[in-house]
């Protein structure tokens, strides 16, 4: 269906409740940062365990929680799980501005 787009996750994001802050807003447990949600907080209509080539690993402290950063890297060995949530476009614009840029999500007019 067009206007929907899979949001593939690693690291802490593989964990439904973890995306739901993002979806819906508020504080996740240990974090930092209360998130303003998606204009849409519908939960992903699909949601599928998915392998990608390469790997994880952790470095760093996140700014958004108390815990170490995941990163993917696709050169390494292996394979890394990792979760696809379906999503629709909107909400995945809403929830890359809130985990990449740290704005928040315009309010609707």
């Known amino acids: 269906m ?5 949001y593939v996750a690693y690291g ?3 964990h439904a409740a973890r995306l739901g802050f993002y979806l819906a807003g508020g504080c996740p447990p240990g974090g930092r940062r209360t998130y303003p949600g998606c204009r849409d907080p519908r939960p992903p209509r ?3 365990p998915v392998s990608l080539p390469g790997g994880v690993y952790f470095a760093g402290e ?3 929680w108390t815990g170490g950063m995941a990163f993917y890297d696709p050169a390494l060995p292996g394979e890394a799980a ?3 949530y379906l999503l629709d476009v909107g909400q995945f614009a809403d929830v890359a501005a809130q985990r990449c840029t740290g704005n928040p999500v315009p309010t609707p007019a």
């Open 2 to 6: 067009v206007g929907e787009v899979w």
């Open 12 to 14: 802490s994001n593989m």
């Open 46 to 48: 699909r949601t599928v």
């Open 62 to 64: 996140s700014r958004a």
């Open 82 to 84: 990792a979760r696809a």
